[in-house]
């Protein structure tokens, strides 16, 4: 079936850029998100994107996908004590009736 | 304010003793889905709803149930709660006419079956 990948944690100096990677199997998602998650709160749609398209950039954030290897990323310039959150990778099936999760990315921001 | 609302946000309880998740939303969505989300499984889709009386099998559907009489309403159901369920449970709603079906989480509701 569909599955979501993603690397369980990620630590970053302040200032610097966080990539965080996914991959995921279902060739015919139609739409890929990006969710944050922050401490005791539910999940927030930070950004997402449309399996059409290679890169769409809003602010500080950088979403790139490569369709051919089924990867997607987000890359948050300029990381802020803020970023600090799970961040979750999500894909809907083209039937759009379901979202498949990611097991989240813990990001963590040192001084 | 556009929000879905979960009651009640912690629930401890006893194996076994029939207990509902309530879980509304204001923005006239017709897809609701539930989630759990358990550490290093992130969210594992429970039950979904594409419209009142319509409703479907996530992942994890075992031990749940779920109803859909109005648009806004839709709750989970522990018939024969087991310590297996403990988890933080989300509720879920999205438009389905077009877009990006951005989904708008409930806080999340914490239980605790012992």
């Known amino acids: 079936g569909e599955d979501v990948e993603q690397s369980l944690f990620l630590s970053v100096r302040e200032g610097d850029s966080s990539v965080i990677n996914c991959t995921y199997t279902?060739?015919?998602?139609?739409?890929l998100y990006w969710y944050k998650q922050e401490p005791g709160a539910g999940l927030q749609l930070l950004t997402y994107?449309?399996?059409?398209?290679d890169m769409k950039q809003d602010q500080r954030l950088t979403v790139l996908l490569n369709k051919k290897d089924k990867h997607l990323s987000l890359r948050i310039a300029d990381t802020q004590t803020g970023d600090s959150a799970i961040y979750f990778c999500?894909?809907?099936?083209?039937?759009?009736?379901?979202?498949?999760f990611g097991s989240g990315t813990r990001l963590s921001i040192r001084p | 304010e556009a929000q879905v609302t979960q009651n009640p946000r912690y629930l401890i309880t006893v194996t076994g003793k029939k207990l509902t998740v309530t879980c509304s939303q204001n923005?006239?969505?017709?897809?609701m889905s539930w989630y759990r989300q358990d550490p290093g499984l992130g969210l594992r889709q429970i039950y979904y709803s594409m419209n009142v009386e319509v409703t479907d099998k996530g992942d994890v559907p075992e031990g749940y149930k779920v109803s859909r009489k109005e648009k806004r309403n839709f709750p989970l159901i522990l018939e024969s709660p087991s310590p297996n369920q403990t988890s933080l449970y989300f509720c879920a709603s999205s438009a389905t006419g077009g877009g990006s079906y951005e989904q708008y989480f409930g806080p999340g509701t914490r239980l605790t079956v012992t």
């Open positions: 994107i449309f399996s059409n398209m």
């Open positions: 923005m006239n969505h017709e897809y």
């Open positions: 279902d060739s015919s998602s139609t739409y």
């Open positions: 999500a894909e809907r099936d083209s039937s759009a009736s379901k979202i498949i």
